[in-house]
């Protein structure tokens, strides 16, 4: 028996509301732009070191930043106002290893929250923070034209050069993406040399002494978002091969890569 005739015709809607697919078509009421921002989006998580809070922001009229706690459910709101950003402008909230503080970025700068509540208050003109301990943070900032990792203290906003030195490495570039190690002792990160703009390596650095170390880069590929291993040891990663991004791993003794997964796909947000 033929199948119906609606089955091969094309309908230009989506569970009964018409997508406005081509040009000169009536916008539906459903896809107003009003109602598109009034629509609620959490966005942007990150859990606490101990696993019994999670950081977020909620975009609405707003993109607050929230605190779940996830021991009894409670969702607290750590700031008012702030003004709406797109999520690929807007920096993650990030929760400290006590769970005081929570630190996020906005206008520019960097913003401490109390998680008991209180007003926040504006620490460092930088952006991107990861905390390092409960009271020190690593943060990118801008300076001589490139973006560089530096650390800031809670009660000191004033940012100390993160790398230092590096012997024979190319240090004239952009520093982003930092992963502090689990024993607080070393950050990596994502470099890319002004030299080639098409490259992005991961790197290494020593807290203590500011000397830097490549763990991976080759011409023209992009390595980044560092991830550590609980025991320290590896550093997990997203790696441009051919024409596809894949997982990797690096020993950070030896320098020794390991695929972790690749397929005919982007894998990506480690």
Do not use: C
Request: glycine residues 10%.
């Amino acid at each position: 028996m033929p199948e119906p005739l609606s089955v091969w015709i094309g309908k230009e809607e989506y569970g009964g509301v018409p997508t406005p697919t081509r040009r000169g078509d009536p916008n539906p009421p459903h896809w107003r732009l009003d109602a598109i921002a009034a629509t609620e989006r959490p966005r942007s998580i990150s859990i606490g070191r101990d696993g019994r809070a999670v950081a977020f922001i909620q975009d609405r009229d707003t993109s607050d930043v929230w605190l779940l706690n996830l021991d009894d459910g409670g969702v607290s709101r750590l700031t008012a106002g702030r003004d709406p950003a797109p999520y690929w402008e807007d920096t993650t909230p990030v929760v400290s290893p006590d769970g005081g503080l929570v630190a996020y970025g906005g206008g520019g700068w960097i913003w401490l929250a109390p998680t008991a509540g209180g007003p926040p208050r504006k620490l460092v003109e930088a952006s991107t923070p990861v905390w390092l301990g409960d009271d020190q943070l690593v943060v990118v900032v801008e300076r001589d034209e490139s973006s560089q990792l530096a650390i800031v203290a809670v009660t000191d906003a004033w940012p100390q050069r993160l790398v230092r030195k590096g012997e024979g490495l190319d240090l004239h570039g952009d520093e982003g993406q930092a992963a502090v190690s689990p024993d607080l002792s070393r950050v990596a990160f994502a470099f890319s040399p002004r030299a080639d703009l098409n490259r992005t390596e991961i790197r290494m650095v020593d807290i203590d002494t500011g000397a830097a170390r490549a763990l991976t880069g080759t011409a023209g590929v992009h390595d980044r978002g560092p991830v550590w291993s609980p025991d320290g040891t590896t550093i997990a990663f997203t790696a441009q091969r051919d024409e596809w991004y894949e997982l990797r791993a690096v020993e950070v003794a030896t320098g020794e890569e390991t695929v972790l997964a690749a397929e005919n796909a982007d894998f990506s947000e480690l």
